[in-house]
């Protein structure tokens, strides 16, 4: 792997920071949404969300920085995998807080948990630490579908 490149790094964070932020644009007032649920135990407040993707987003868009310059050859397709994991990223949010289709959304959620695990195989492959980053971000996804589970037999 080539000597670090800040700007191209934050550029990569960014734009993965920036795909977040659209979603939850276009997802509406979560806060409110959320607030309104009955929620299952274990439920965090809706502070830690915000923070806990903000943080999550850096890491992503941290893997795909490294798995870019780390394997020339895989480059291409680990990279379209990202992709279309940010894809179902960023479409749960809009299903879940715009339309509140709690069921289609867990749904989503599992296939991204799919996504993540093929992420954290594929990019490992290239980079152990891209890989191994990832991990979080799967921990996560997995908390969050006993979330939308519990809201979808909630409400």
Same mark, same amino acid.
């Given at each position: 792997?080539?000597? !670090?490149?800040?700007?191209?790094?934050?550029?990569?964070?960014?734009?993965?920071?920036?795909?977040? *932020?659209?979603?939850?644009?276009?997802?509406?007032?979560?806060?409110?949404i959320?607030?309104?649920?009955?929620?299952?135990?274990?439920?965090?407040?809706?502070?830690?969300f915000?923070?806990?993707?903000?943080?999550? #987003?850096?890491?992503?868009?941290?893997?795909?920085?490294?798995?870019?310059?780390?394997?020339?050859?895989?480059?291409?397709?680990?990279?379209? +995998? #990202?992709?279309?994991?940010?894809?179902?990223?960023f479409?749960?949010?809009? !299903?879940?807080?715009?339309?509140?289709?709690?069921?289609?959304?867990? *749904?989503?959620?599992?296939?991204?948990?799919?996504? *993540?695990?093929?992420?954290?195989?594929?990019?490992?492959?290239?980079?152990? !630490?891209?890989?191994?980053?990832? !991990?979080?971000?799967?921990?996560? +996804?997995?908390?969050?579908?006993?979330?939308?589970?519990? *809201?979808?037999?909630?409400?």
């Open positions: 792997m080539k000597k !670090i490149g800040l700007t191209e790094l934050l550029i990569f964070i960014f734009s993965t920071e920036l795909i977040g *932020v659209l979603s939850g644009i276009i997802a509406g007032n979560s806060f409110g959320y607030s309104e649920l009955v929620k299952p135990p274990l439920s965090p407040p809706s502070w830690l915000p923070l806990m993707w903000a943080i999550l #987003y850096a890491l992503m868009g941290a893997s795909a920085y490294i798995v870019y310059y780390a394997d020339k050859d895989c480059r291409k397709n680990n990279l379209i +995998l #990202y992709g279309i994991q940010l894809f179902f990223n479409i749960w949010s809009i !299903i879940f807080f715009r339309f509140r289709l709690f069921g289609v959304s867990a *749904v989503i959620i599992f296939i991204l948990i799919l996504l *993540v695990i093929r992420i954290i195989m594929h990019f490992g492959k290239s980079n152990k !630490i891209a890989g191994y980053i990832n !991990i979080p971000y799967l921990i996560w +996804l997995i908390f969050a579908l006993y979330l939308n589970i519990g *809201v979808f037999i909630l409400n």
